[in-house]
Nanobody
Framework: QVQLVESGGGLVQAGGSLRLSCADT????????MGWFRQAPGKEREFLSA????????YYADSVKGRFTISRDNAKNTLYLQMNSLKPEDTAVYYC??????????????????WGQGTQVTVSS
């Protein structure tokens, strides 16, 4: 099965940028649609963005549209999330996920089969 590991989180000032990476140590990333979610303390896990298995289309939540960009490099078995114009309300643990429904970019948490452990992003004011 796919094994996902997120990296690239950290502390950044408001207005700054970060790029998150999600590596599949099982080297099977190209077989799945992929998504990014986040979860702040006391909040439900929130959908951010998804991309189809070959990266031909992408979908974004309104909260990040125009600021975040999802991309994938199947040859490197890596998913990315470029985050610009960060706001304090973006502070959360960020998770990548893989879906066996590889032909669609799903915003539904239950349709994802594999999850990483998450990486902390903290945006200071």
């Amino acid at each position: 099965q796919v094994q996902l590991v997120e990296s690239g989180g950290g502390l950044v000032q408001a207005g700054g940028s970060l790029r998150l990476s999600c590596a599949d140590t099982g080297r099977t990333l190209s077989r799945y649609a992929m998504g990014w979610f986040r979860q702040a303390p006391g909040k439900e896990r929130e959908f951010l963005s998804a991309i189809t298995w070959i990266g031909s289309s992408a979908y974004y939540a309104d909260s990040v549209k125009g600021r975040f960009t999802i991309s994938r490099d199947n040859a490197k078995n890596t998913l990315y999330l470029q985050m610009n114009s960060l706001k304090p309300e973006d502070t959360a643990v960020y998770y990548c996920a893989a879906s066996k429904i590889f032909w669609k970019h799903s915003a539904t948490l239950a349709e994802y089969d594999y999850w990483g452990q998450g990486t902390q992003v903290t945006v200071s004011s």
